[in-house]
């Protein structure tokens, strides 16, 4: 049982009675599910992940205290302190995880503004610039077990992904980053004899390739140590992260450079077969210099077209 079936369980056959008996007047304005930090709201949870902030629970979403006011909230959080201690063999756990809560009552107002620093979801365009993408993976990630308001799930369909506009911002920085050090710098590292250098344009190359993966597949990146088993999971381009690890982990020096170099250039092929296919790109090259340019020119928003073409990454 991952914890997001441990989550719903637990809901299930504590928390749903407990609403149903102490509170049932307030059911029409509470929402209740799994979401938020965390490998188990993710579904990428395993035995490793148990060995911290893993437990039986729940969040139970409030709205605002005009709706539902303190004395009441703190009625919730003591009867949700009271539920079982411990479910399937899994002990709740006794201290709060750095951070703050993770379960238990919450408001969205104030779940949202501590992710994206937005109560209702609403974002500027420089604030879809700047927000962590993982910050806006974990509004949207998880399971809602209800949500009788509905406000929760608006918020999380505000969420769901970029404006295009911003998309393409993004990819077009990305793009090029993977040209600087993929394309461009990697070999002209390995033949400075600058090997640490030659790593580091790998990584970039890789990292930034990684971006492109999520947003070609219009899904938020995760967190970074669980960025390779989501981009193994997405409908596009899914066999590049192997690719990509090979280079990760592959040396560079003897015949590895070339062979390297030649990984580059499928991943680039492969990733500008995409563009094409998404109508995002004219160019007409294996150059992704030039792709993230026309990326950037298909931006509708001149004041975002016209900032510098690195400003989204």
Request: aromatic letters at 10%.
């Amino acid at each position: 049982m991952n914890g997001l079936e441990l989550a719903r369980a637990y809901y299930e056959t504590y928390g749903a009675p407990m609403l149903q008996e102490q509170f049932a007047d307030l059911l029409p304005h509470l929402a209740a599910g799994l979401l938020g930090s965390g490998s188990e709201c993710f579904g990428f949870d395993d035995a490793l992940s148990r060995d911290h902030d893993f437990e039986p629970g729940f969040c139970l979403f409030l709205p605002g205290e005009e709706t539902v006011d303190r004395r009441v909230a703190f009625m919730l959080e003591r009867a949700y302190a009271k539920l079982p201690k411990e479910f399937e063999g899994i002990q709740r756990a006794t201290l709060q995880p750095v951070g703050g809560p993770r379960h238990g009552v919450l408001r969205i107002g104030e779940f949202f503004t501590e992710k994206i620093g937005s109560a209702d979801g609403v974002l500027t365009t420089a604030q879809w610039l700047t927000v962590p993408e993982a910050a806006l993976a974990e509004c949207v990630n998880g399971q809602v077990f209800f949500d009788n308001a509905g406000l929760l799930t608006a918020l999380r369909e505000r969420l769901a992904y970029y404006p295009e506009d911003v998309r393409r911002k993004k990819l077009a920085g990305h793009l090029l980053l993977m040209a600087q050090a993929g394309q461009y710098n990697y070999l002209r590292c390995v033949g400075h004899g600058e090997n640490a250098a030659a790593q580091l344009a790998v990584n970039q190359f890789v990292t930034s390739t990684l971006s492109v993966l999520f947003l070609l597949n219009r899904t938020y990146q995760p967190f970074y140590k669980w960025s390779f088993r989501a981009a193994r999971a997405l409908p596009e381009l899914s066999l590049l992260p192997e690719l990509l690890e090979a280079l990760l982990v592959g040396d560079n020096e003897g015949d590895q450079p070339q062979a390297k170099a030649d990984m580059i250039e499928s991943i680039a092929a492969d990733v500008i077969d995409c563009l094409m296919a998404q109508g995002l790109t004219k160019a007409t090259c294996g150059d992704l210099e030039k792709h993230a340019y026309s990326v950037n020119d298909g931006i509708a928003d001149p004041a975002l077209r016209n900032r510098h073409v690195l400003a989204a990454v």
